[in-house]
Antibody, heavy 120, light 110 residues
Framework: EVQLVESGGDLVQPGGSLRLSCAAS????????MTWIRQAPGKGLEWVAN????????YYVDSVKGRFTVSRDNAKNSVYLQMNSLRAEDTAVYYC?????????????WGQGMLVTVSS | HSALTQPASVSGSPGQSITISCTGT?????????VSWYQQHPGKAPKLIIY???NRPSGVSNRFSGSQSGNTASLTISGLQAEDEAYYYC??????????FGGGTKLTVL
C-alpha cells in the first residue's frame, strides 16, 4: 500500500523558514516524480513544486520561486520542501503527492496534509 | 486567477446527472491531453477520479466520466448519490513541467 506521511508543519513568523518532509513507502520511490500541492484555508488546491526522479529537474509556481526549494533523498524515500521568507499568504495545508505518474499524468497518491501557519 | 476556470458550484438531486466544466484560458488543454479530476471531501486529502481526460482509476465508480471538447474538459457524475457531495478540482499540464488546478467546484446533492 502506498503511503505518504508529511511532517514539519508549524506556526512560523513572517519572514521565517520551515522545512517540510514527506516520507514515502509502498512503492519504488526513486522511479517517481514527486509534487507539493497546497490549500489555503477555505480555498482551492494550488500546485506548488515538483521534482523528477533523480532530483535534477525542479519546477515551481511563480509565487514561490526564489523562496522555496524542493529536494529529495532517494536513500531515505523522502521528499522535502524548504520554505524561506515565508509570507502570510503561504499559510495552507501542504500535501505531498506522488506524480505526475508516467502512466496517468496525474497524482494517484496523496499524503494526509499538514498545516503551515505564517503569522506573528 | 486560475488558468483553469470551473463553476463555483453545481447542484443536483439524487439519481440525476450533473456536469462540471473546466475551461483553459490558453491552449494547453488541447495541446496536452493531461487533464485529471479530483474529489475532495471536507478535511480530507483529494482523491483521483479521472486521469488523461477520460480514464478512471481502478476502484472509482463508473458513474464518474470525463470528456473534452476543444479547450473545455468536463466531469460528469451520473446517478447522483449523497456521498458525491464534495469539492471537485480539475488539473492540467500547462508547460515546462508545471501544472495548474482549477478553482474548484462545490457539488451539492439536494
Amino acid at each position: 500500500e502506498v503511503q505518504l506521511v508529511e511532517s514539519g508543519g508549524d506556526l512560523v513568523q513572517p519572514g521565517g523558514s520551515l522545512r517540510l518532509s514527506c516520507a514515502a513507502s509502498g512503492f519504488t520511490f526513486s522511479t517517481y516524480w514527486m509534487t507539493w500541492i497546497r490549500q489555503a484555508p477555505g480555498k482551492g488546491l494550488e500546485w506548488v513544486a515538483n521534482i523528477n526522479q533523480d532530483g535534477a529537474e525542479r519546477y515551481y509556481v511563480d509565487s514561490v520561486k526564489g523562496r522555496f526549494t524542493v529536494s529529495r533523498d532517494n536513500a531515505k524515500n523522502s521528499v522535502y520542501l524548504q520554505m524561506n521568507s515565508l509570507r502570510a499568504e503561504d499559510t495552507a495545508v501542504y500535501y505531498c503527492a506522488r506524480g505526475p505518474d508516467d502512466d496517468s499524468s496525474a497524482y494517484r497518491s496523496w499524503g494526509q496534509g499538514m498545516l503551515v501557519t505564517v503569522s506573528s | 486567477h486560475s488558468a483553469l476556470t470551473q463553476p463555483a458550484s453545481v447542484s443536483g438531486s439524487p439519481g440525476q446527472s450533473i456536469t462540471i466544466s473546466c475551461t483553459g484560458t490558453s491552449t494547453y488543454l488541447t495541446d496536452y491531453l493531461y487533464v485529471s479530476w479530483y474529489q475532495q471531501h471536507p478535511g480530507k486529502a483529494p482523491k483521483l477520479i479521472i486521469y488523461e481526460v477520460s480514464n478512471r482509476p481502478s476502484g472509482v465508480s463508473n458513474r464518474f466520466s470525463g470528456s473534452q471538447s476543444g479547450n473545455t474538459a468536463s466531469l460528469t457524475i451520473s446517478g447522483l448519490q449523497a456521498e458525491d457531495e464534495a469539492y471537485y478540482y480539475c488539473n492540467s499540464y500547462i508547460s515546462d513541467n508545471t501544472w495548474v488546478f482549477g478553482g474548484g467546484t462545490k457539488l451539492t446533492v439536494l
